[in-house]
């Protein structure tokens, strides 16, 4: 069974900056790609980017230029570094293991989920 633990959400002003964090076990860091996804109250769940097992980065344009997405193989991690934060960034993020793909119904793995805020 592939887990995924996400950390680093919170409540910060609009033009603030947040890491995000996903410890990914070994059977998840195996698999196509890793994503981040997020879902904001009543609305489906969005895709904000992924990360191909060789390393291609790929963003939804809603957050292209201000998130960027790495990954960590000698940490079993992946980050989502989101700066210059817009109160319509307010979710909740997943990370996801499993697809390389903006459909989050390929992904067979998900974290828990970690509240972003941001105020205006």
């Known amino acids: 069974q592939a887990q995924l633990v996400e950390s680093g959400g919170g409540l910060v002003q609009a033009g603030d900056s947040l890491r995000l964090s996903c410890v990914a076990s070994e059977r998840a860091l195996k698999t196509v790609g890793l994503g981040w996804f997020r879902q904001a109250p009543g609305k489906e769940r969005a895709f904000v980017a992924a990360?191909?097992?060789?390393?291609?980065?790929t963003y939804a344009d809603s957050v292209r230029g201000r998130f960027t997405a790495s990954r960590d193989n000698s940490k079993n991690t992946m980050y989502l570094e989101m700066n210059s934060l817009k109160p319509e960034d307010t979710a909740i993020y997943y990370c996801a293991a499993g697809s390389y793909t903006y459909n989050w119904r390929a992904y067979s793995y998900w974290g828990q989920g970690t509240q972003v805020t941001v105020s205006s």
């Open positions: 990360i191909s097992r060789s390393g291609g980065i």
